[in-house]
DNA sequence: CCCCAGTCCTGCGGGC
DNA sequence: TGCCCGCAGGACTGGG
């Protein structure tokens, strides 16, 4: 389930694609059911044709090949898509490809075994007005401390829930989420409205050292195993989730209550009772 | 406007 | 052993 970390590794690993020129953008042969591209391919690869590639770029959970004539060709990873150059996991799931000339990478590839990521190319109006209309929020990276408070504070929602809104905040999700709010020692279910300020404060720095310790480590692979970096390797951090589908396990850091499951909004939340609380712990006095 | 439940999809693991 | 059902959670939509 790419996050803000697998994609930030995504992108890493396709950047030796900058430089190229793309030939013809196609779907690959024969899934079941063509995932969705915007627009339609022919029309996508008349309009791609000869263009250089200028940068690779994300923008919360969503891969940005930015093209010299500034064009924007999104992709989508959703739950299993990979942006890939060389080596997908299977043929069959082989979804759409980019041929390029150029470079030494041939290929730009996007495999999704169960086809709900999509791809779409924007013109560069386009793509301002998405990241500016607020459907897409700042990138969790890259927002800072008073803006992420901001778009958040006022919100009657749980926080595990509100953190999951890609136009509040791009970028977290389902695990990191648990993940974040564990290292700050703050209860899922508290309403946004009444994080405190050095709630907030926690909140922001655990997203910052999560996120980036994730992105060290080339994000979380999953007993599925279906997300790899570009070499084709799984991430590492699943070794260092604290509370993420470990529920009855003792918690790592109190090592004497047990990491429960929660349901909220129609997801699972894991956190420790002892370490995560609504209120404070009042700081003891001298 | 804000928020939530329902939808898409495939592979897998648990239960019988 | 084999089959079936439910679950996993990205983003979006429709409705209260």
Known sequence: MPELPEVETMRRGVMPIVGATI???ERAPCPKRPISIT???DRLSKRLAGKKIAAVE???????IRTDDDQRLLFEPRMTGLVLIE???TVEHLRFRLRLKGRKVKELLFWDRRGLGCIYLLSAKEYDDKVNDGSIGPDAIAISAEEFRSRLCKSRREIKV???????VAGVGNLYASELLHLASIDPRLRCDR?????????YQAMRDILLAAIESEGSTLSDGTYRNALNDPGSYQNHHQVYDRAGESCPRCRDSKIVRIVQAQRSTFFCKRCQRKRDLPRMSK
Do not use: E, F, H, N
Not at 58 to 64: C, F, I, P, Y
Not at 195 to 203: D, E, L
């Open 23 to 25: 030939v013809v953008a």
């Open 39 to 41: 627009p339609r391919i």
């Open 58 to 64: 994300r923008l919360g959970k969503r891969v940005v």
């Open 87 to 89: 080596a997908p996991p």
């Open 162 to 168: 509100a953190l999951l809104d890609q136009s509040a």
């Open 195 to 203: 994080v405190t300020g050095p709630q907030w404060g926690r909140m």
